[in-house]
């Protein structure tokens, strides 16, 4: 059965970090390029962050750029998304996502997602 399983939300204050790790299971990450979505109440899920599978390559949305970074670890199946300078705007349920090959920003084009996380900041 493939799964992707999120962990390290939580409960943060403003100027704060995280990591988020997801690990895989069922299936290896080496063709799949590995992202991670936000979705917070009201709003649409959004796209944050991506590494492909080739290059290594990534990419943020700009609202995080310069303060979260993406990282993988094929041999350990994982993708880590750290967080930095958190905003209460950062606040949302955050889901690991895969698809094969190249990143992308739209949900209709991820092929596994994760269970989804919270992630709170706030005072």
């Known amino acids: 059965q493939l799964q992707l399983a999120e962990s390290g939300g939580g409960l943060v204050q403003p100027g704060g970090s995280l990591r988020l790790s997801c690990a895989a299971s069922g299936f290896t990450l080496d063709y799949f390029a590995l992202g991670w979505f936000r979705q917070a109440p009201g709003k649409e899920r959004e796209g944050v962050s991506c590494?492909?599978?080739?290059?290594?390559?990534?990419y943020f949305a700009d609202s995080v750029k310069g303060r979260f970074t993406i990282s993988r670890d094929n041999a350990k199946n994982t993708v880590y998304l750290q967080m930095n300078s958190l905003k209460s705007e950062d606040t949302a349920v955050y889901y690991c996502a895969a698809v094969y090959q190249y990143c992308s920003g739209s949900p209709e084009e991820i092929d596994y997602w994760g269970q989804g996380i919270q992630v709170t900041v706030s005072s």
């Open positions: 590494i492909t599978s080739s290059d290594g390559s990534t």
